[in-house]
């Protein structure tokens, strides 16, 4: 590899220029607009001294994104635009160019037994296919309702289309004999990318401190004995002289080698300080070495990970984010006590120095939809993703989007799969990393290992104005604490029989909240030690905190255990924290009844950027810097919706103290009335004819929502990927 110290990557964007967004997301122009208020109010603080509270983060310098350079080459037109998207390298997802998005799909084949659990899968090749056709490990989805499958471990890692014919990979199938319940199509095919692959950026002029930030790496799908070494260029190219030819200077070079087994990405900085002043274009280039691998199949898959332009500029207002999500963790157990102890009693010490919202609701009482109502601030019945295997819709911008649009570096330390990186959660960050463990139906948690690489990352990227996202399933089910912390359990209850599986026993439902209590003791100190370590890195008083939860658990208050299966306050009313020292008042306590829709445009209140204005949810802003009431309407849950989302299933509404809850079955609709205020366990519905009027009222409201944002009808996945489909398994969600 031949690198230049004397280069650092950054990019100065000319005056008046804004980093545009990506394509196919019409309607966000002027979202990332930051309001004069704030950014006046930090010149003011910094300027002319004035009797500003606490520190100003105005008087810092950060590092900023400037230009991320597959944000510029997605609004090429499609003729110029290169392959990019989200690539995985184990555990790790980036944006990247050279990304092979979307899979090709052939014509449903015949899939005959050989014997044992041997198989031939014979596929007819469509007219169009030509020889440069290549299958790896291709995966066979069926004709089952859920539209999943499972993949077939080729014993020949590339096979070759025809231009007529058939063709055929033999290998093991998952089942031992085919039945008439699969019916086989072949997905995951690829096209032999060109062996010379040339990106071009558009003019862009480089300020002082500029730096380029980028990874290298394959994509692990090409890690076959017919792969090709790829070299991998970065140069810069200069406004050439009248008449003559562009002249390119190469300021990095490296070589990948898929036969290295190595798939991981490689990070490279570059600074660009001999160019301040210049205005260049960037070359990124990817060549197949020469080679007689493959015969004439020249192939391989380089990546270019999360390239961007970074440089120094002064905070301003704008603060950093960390949005923390405990999945599955009740409101009761944050402030909560059991046998006369606090169940996280460091955590109730850190969310006293912020505001904490008494009254959270969710918005959906599962993961993938929940979660994705906190990142976009709508609810289900606009967008529509609420399994792992839909696609947010690319019209509807999420928060690390708009933050990203606006300067932030983003990263993300999710787990277990819900949050599949495919549904649209890792749009928008630069890195997006996925912890699963060593087998589908280990879903313990780990909650440390991605606290531990949270914290690294934040030590790199110390210096940047960041949005960060952690999420962890540490008190999802099965609850398995460590033996220190199962403090809350009685008697030989803590751990399963002699001879049970400890990740699929139960216990009475006391026993089971006993040790759901112990998990979350276990991910109390967890979680401090990022608190600590925001602390330590001195992020802790620009930095504001939000810890929430995506939804709560049933011990059997109304018969059920888990969640999914009910709208009742054990899986809806999660709790939710917002801390930001010199901001944010300690102390508060706000009791006024808000939905996790509502932390999107709260966040972008908080930092000064415009929020897009068809969001359900409202910003929190007022309420805790000037203790004024939340706008009072009514806020709604749904539970199990399928398109076109309506109350075929569940749906619950709450306003003020009064909740409805409404279950529709065999065309038949019941409805469930609580005052929460009287009964907050909801155990005595209420028979008020006047109150069921209202409740129909509120009912419409929540169908008119679904018309207030741009979403066409969520695009499914195809396919899920086989470990992600095994998790889901492991943790209910699909059989």
Same mark, same amino acid.
């Given at each position: ?153 080729? =014993? +020949?890692?590339? *096979?070759?289309? !025809?231009?007529?014919?058939? $063709?055929?990979? %033999?290998?093991?199938?998952?089942? @031992?004999? &085919? ?43 090409? =890690? +076959?004995?017919? *792969?090709?070494? !790829?070299?991998?260029?970065? $140069?810069?190219? %200069?406004?050439?002289?009248?008449? @003559?030819? &562009? ?489």
């Amino acid at each position: 590899m031949r690198s230049h110290p004397e280069f650092s990557l950054r990019v100065y964007a000319p005056a008046g220029a804004t980093i545009r967004p990506a394509s196919g997301h019409p309607g966000w122009a002027g979202v990332a607009q930051r309001p004069v208020r704030l950014v006046a109010a930090g010149l003011a603080c910094a300027l002319l001294q004035l009797g500003c509270s606490g520190p100003q983060p105005a008087d810092q310098m950060v590092v900023e994104p400037v230009l991320r350079f597959y944000d510029e080459f997605a609004v090429l037109p499609p003729a110029q635009r290169l392959a990019q998207g989200n690539c995985r390298l184990g555990d790790d997802i980036r944006p990247a160019f050279g990304c092979l998005s979307g899979s090709e799909l052939l014509d449903r084949g015949k899939l005959r037994g050989i014997g044992g659990e041997d198989v031939e899968l014979e596929f007819e090749a469509r007219p169009r296919v030509s020889k440069d056709l290549i299958l790896l490990r291709p995966t066979v989805i069926t004709k089952r309702a859920d539209g999943l499958g499972e993949p077939v471990k080729a =014993t +020949v890692g590339v *096979a070759r289309g !025809a231009e007529t014919g058939a $063709s055929t990979v %033999r290998g093991r199938w998952p089942h @031992a004999q &085919p039945s008439s319940e699969w019916q086989p199509v072949l997905l995951a095919t690829l096209r032999v990318p060109p062996a010379r692959q040339v990106r071009v950026s558009a003019p862009t002029r480089i300020g002082p401190g500029a730096r380029i930030l980028f990874s290298t790496g394959y994509d692990p799908r090409g =890690t +076959v004995p017919e *792969a090709q070494p !790829a070299a991998l260029r970065l $140069s810069v190219r %200069r406004a050439p002289a009248a008449g @003559a030819s &562009p002249a390119d200077e190469e300021i990095f070079r490296t070589t990948v080698e898929p036969a290295a087994g190595i798939a991981a990405w490689q990070d490279h900085e570059i600074a660009l300080d001999r160019l301040a002043g210049e205005t260049v274009r960037f070359v990124f280039e990817s060549e197949i070495v020469p080679g007689d691998r493959g015969g004439d199949l020249r192939f391989t898959l380089p990546l270019w990970g999360a390239p961007r332009l970074v440089e120094p500029r002064r905070r301003g207002s704008g603060r950093n984010v960390v949005l923390i999500s405990l999945d599955t963790l009740r409101a009761d157990q944050l402030g909560g006590t059991l046998d006369d102890r606090a169940i996280m009693p460091e955590l109730d010490r850190w969310a006293s120095g912020g505001a904490r919202f008494s009254a959270a609701m969710s918005a959906y009482p599962s993961t993938t939809g929940s979660h994705m109502s906190l990142f976009t601030g709508l609810y289900p019945i606009a967008h529509r993703t609420v399994a792992a295997d839909q696609r947010l819709a690319p019209t509807i911008p999420t928060l690390a989007e708009l933050l990203a649009l606006d300067g932030w570096a983003t990263a993300a330390f999710t787990e277990d799969a819900m949050l599949n990186a495919g549904s649209g959660f890792s749009r928008g960050f630069d890195f997006y990393r996925e912890f699963r463990g060593s087998s589908a139906w280990e879903s313990a948690g780990m909650a440390r290992e991605g606290v531990d690489a949270a914290l690294a990352w934040l030590e790199k990227h110390a210096n940047e104005r960041f949005f960060l996202f952690l999420h962890t399933y540490q008190v999802h089910s099965p609850y398995l604490p460590p033996k220190e912390f199962d403090v809350f359990s009685k008697g030989d209850h803590s751990e399963a029989p002699a001879g049970v599986d400890p990740t699929t026993w139960q216990g009475t439902a006391e026993e089971e909240r006993r040790r759901y209590s112990g998990e979350a003791r276990y991910l109390d100190g967890v979680v401090k030690k990022l608190m600590d370590g925001l602390d330590r890195l001195g992020l802790d008083p620009s930095t504001i905190v939000v810890v929430t939860a995506d939804h709560g658990e049933e011990f059997e208050e109304h018969g059920g255990r888990g969640h999914s299966a009910a709208l009742y306050e054990e899986s809806l009313h999660v709790p939710l924290v917002v801390r930001a020292p010199d901001l944010i008042s300690p102390g508060q306590t706000v009791a006024d009844p808000v939905s996790l829709i509502d932390v999107v445009p709260t966040l972008l209140d908080l930092l000064g950027v415009r929020a897009p204005a068809f969001l359900h949810g409202v910003s929190l802003e007022p309420a805790m810097l000037r203790g004024a009431p939340v706008p009072s309407r009514a806020l709604f849950a749904e539970n199990k919706p399928s398109p076109p989302f309506s109350l075929d299933n569940l749906l619950a509404a709450r306003q003020g103290s009064s909740k409805w809850i409404f279950r529709k079955r065999d065309g038949q609709t019941t409805l469930e009335a609580y005052d929460l205020a009287t009964d907050p366990a909801e155990r005595h519905p209420i028979e008020n004819p006047a109150l069921h009027h209202k409740a129909e009222l509120v009912a419409g409201g929540y169908m008119k929502l679904g018309g207030k944002a741009p979403p066409p009808p969520a695009t499914p996945l195809q396919p899920v990927e086989p470990e992600t489909r095994r998790k889901l398994r492991a943790l209910g969600y699909v059989e």
